[in-house]
């Protein structure tokens, strides 16, 4: 499966998977903007205009008139915002198409900004970041993220501070939107049951007359690291969540597909090393995983778990210890198939859902210009051998390039430090 790219007189793209037999369609807009983009003054504009943009247009002046245009057709539509990105989506019945893209479409273009709503919804943006706050799971990422990049736009919470959302107001909307918004700077993604041709006569219609001009970049971030880091969220808990995490690759590295295959050995799955170490032999928490995390600049592998406060510890040492494995020791056959074809099964899975298809491959031609095809992700996947996956973990298992951030009951990083190297 490959999608249709096509490009209107605008610079505006138009990525267009048919999927034969599917009855839905995915109308996503991305954007290639997020909190990396922003000031210090006004981090946080691009998760708040997120929001925003449901509240009202000219057309449809309330957010009842947008959310009951799309729950009367039984349809689904939300929005997410990352470090590098925000996207927007209508997933319907394909008969809907067009109602889709007016609908997203308007949203984007014509929101209206009122200050009275702008008040309300920080309000609201407030409550969400206090929720955050009170579940670690969800933060200790962010406090991984400010330990690895500093006061850098990558170091900065995506919602914002309850500071900086004070500063945001109707101009700087509009500001930011004229910034960012533009055509060359923004793509449309369409999924389903539609064809290519219809997808981009339809897209002109509602996107064709929006003027193009050049967006603005952001400033590449400052990566400097000589020892292990250590950085401590004091929270009195009955639970300690962590990230102990490596540098790692940016977005494109042709490291691409082996370090993918290593995080799905290491913990990627309920059978993957650390899941069966921590959790099933040792039974110190409820969950383990790992994840990667790419940008265009920089990149990190993160393990992250929840444990009572007196397991820490070992907890720590389980992980380092299976990063160490990785490094010494070649992965057997049986692994490496295994993790190829839990790579192979999870993309199968997606491309049965419009919505999942239009995030795959909107976000490689967001993000890298480029488009790769479900063969060739799956034939570079299988050619990753045991010594791939080693050499990958030698390369970013370095004592220099570990981090550690915890929400917990601790004060003094120098029980951490004195456990954090290999």
Not at 50 to 61: A, D, V
Not at 273 to 297: P, T
């Amino acid at each position: 499966m490959k999608p249709d790219k096509g490009v209107l007189k605008n610079n505006l793209r138009v990525i267009t998977t048919h999927m034969p037999g599917v009855e839905s369609v995915t109308v996503m807009i991305l954007v290639k903007s997020g909190s990396r983009y922003e000031q210090k003054r006004t981090n946080g504009i691009a998760h708040f205009a997120e929001h925003m943009f449901f509240k009202g247009t000219k057309s449809r002046p309330t957010a009842t008139d947008i959310s009951s245009l799309i729950d009367g057709i039984g349809g689904e539509f939300n929005a997410f915002t990352s470090k590098e990105f925000t996207g927007y989506y209508i997933k319907a019945a394909k008969d809907h198409l067009n109602l889709c893209l007016d609908v997203v479409s308007d949203m984007l273009l014509n929101s209206l900004f009122s200050q009275e709503e702008i008040d309300r919804e920080r309000n609201v943006i407030n409550e969400e970041i206090r929720m955050y706050l009170d579940t670690p799971m969800r933060y200790v990422p962010e406090i991984y993220d400010a330990l690895l990049y500093g006061n850098q736009p990558l170091g900065w919470d995506t919602a914002g501070t309850i500071e900086s959302l004070k500063n945001i107001n109707h101009k700087d909307f509009l500001k930011y939107i004229d910034e960012y918004y533009t055509p060359s700077n923004m793509l449309v993604v369409i999924s389903g049951g539609v064809t290519p041709e219809k997808a981009k006569v339809t897209t002109d219609e509602y996107m064709g007359r929006i003027k193009d001009k050049k967006a603005s970049g952001f400033k590449k971030v400052i990566v400097s690291q000589k020892k292990p880091q250590v950085k401590i969220f004091h929270k009195d808990s009955e639970q300690a969540h962590f990230c102990l995490g490596v540098r790692s690759y940016q977005t494109g590295s042709k490291n691409r597909y082996k370090i993918a295959v290593l995080n799905t050995i290491l913990g990627a799955s309920m059978s993957s090393r650390l899941f069966v170490q921590l959790r099933e032999r040792r039974g110190l928490g409820y969950y383990v995983r790992s994840q990667i995390e790419e940008y265009h600049d920089a990149g990190s592998l993160i393990a992250q778990a929840g444990v009572m406060p007196k397991n820490i510890e070992p907890a720590m040492q389980v992980v380092l210890d299976e990063f160490g494995k990785l490094a010494t020791s070649i992965v057997s056959e049986v692994e490496l198939k295994k993790a190829k074809d839990y790579i192979k099964g999870k993309i199968i899975l997606e491309l049965e859902d419009s919505r999942e298809v239009s995030n795959l491959f909107g976000l490689m031609e967001l993000l890298e210009g480029k488009i790769r095809s479900v063969s060739e992700i799956i034939e570079n996947v299988e050619k990753i051998t045991a010594k791939d996956v080693q050499t990958i973990a030698k390369d970013i298992f370095v004592n220099q390039g570990l981090n550690f951030a915890v929400i917990g009951p601790y004060k003094e990083p120098s029980k951490f430090e004195k456990i954090l190297r290999f």
